[in-house]
T-cell receptor, first 112, second 113 residues
Framework: QKEVEQNSGPLSVPEGAIASLNCTYS??????FFWYRQYSGKSPELIMS????GDKEDGRFTAQLNKASQYVSLLIRDSQPSDSATYLCAVKPYSSASKIIFGSGTRLSIRP | DVKVTQSSRYLVKRTGEKVFLECVQD?????MFWYRQDPGLGLRLIYF???????EKGDIPEGYSVSREKKERFSLILESASTNQTSMYLC????????????FGPGTRLTVL
């Protein structure tokens, strides 16, 4: 089992709809969770961090964490074509002082 | 804003050459990381450093070495470049302690001929 798993996609969502990206992780006692956005040919950009169960909202983005289910998700409201990118989920395992483990990413495509 | 810079955006080298990739961060971060990213393989950690002169191997250290003589600078060295080291190389840094968010540089696309 991979430490951080994401559906590779592509996930196609109409403009204006809600895009829902999901991620599961294997280390039950992981503490820190991150979402990165990566445009083609560019480096990953941090868009959300979440540390406790529940929802965290930042503009059109909402991160949701459920530690009991070992599940973290990212919702993008009012999706725009500029949201088309690969989204990487990352998790800091309890055993790691500084490393984080990245998923392989979900490719999101927003269709006009 | 955190700023992580890398010495080159694009680099072309020949097989057997010694290659230096430089990374500099301006936010006094404790930790620095080198990754490579290849289609279908995701981000793979090569080496990381949690302090000056301290380093630890990541998942794929073979064929690479690193140097961290100053806190802000972390260098990746390919001792003898090979074609299978053609890749996008990404440097990242993080503050450490409870703050594990990593911030990435723009990347260096290295081609080894």
């Amino acid at each position: 089992q991979k430490e951080v798993e994401q559906n590779s996609g592509p996930l196609s969502v109409p403009e204006g709809a809600i895009a829902s990206l999901n991620c599961t992780y294997s280390d039950r006692v992981s503490q820190s969770f991150f979402w990165y956005r990566q445009y083609s040919g560019k480096s990953p950009e941090l868009i959300m961090s979440i540390y406790s169960n529940g929802d965290k909202e930042d503009g059109r983005f909402t991160a949701q964490l459920n530690k009991a289910s070992q599940y973290v998700s990212l919702l993008i409201r009012d999706s725009q074509p500029s949201d088309s990118a690969t989204y990487l989920c990352a998790v800091k395992p309890y055993s790691s002082a500084s490393k984080i483990i990245f998923g392989s990413g979900t490719r999101l495509s927003i269709r006009p | 804003d955190v700023k992580v810079t890398q010495s080159s955006r694009y680099l072309v080298k020949r097989t057997g050459e010694k290659v230096f990739l430089e990374c500099v961060q301006d936010m006094d971060h404790e930790n620095m990381f080198w990754y490579r990213q290849d289609p279908g393989l995701g981000l793979r950690l090569i080496y990381f450093s949690y302090d000056v002169k301290m380093k630890e191997k990541g998942d794929i250290p073979e064929g690479y070495s690193v140097s961290r003589e100053k806190k802000e600078r972390f260098s990746l060295i390919l001792e003898s470049a090979s074609t299978n080291q053609t890749s996008m190389y990404l440097c990242a840094s993080s503050r450490g302690g409870s703050y594990n968010e990593q911030f990435f540089g723009p990347g260096t696309r290295l081609t080894v001929l």
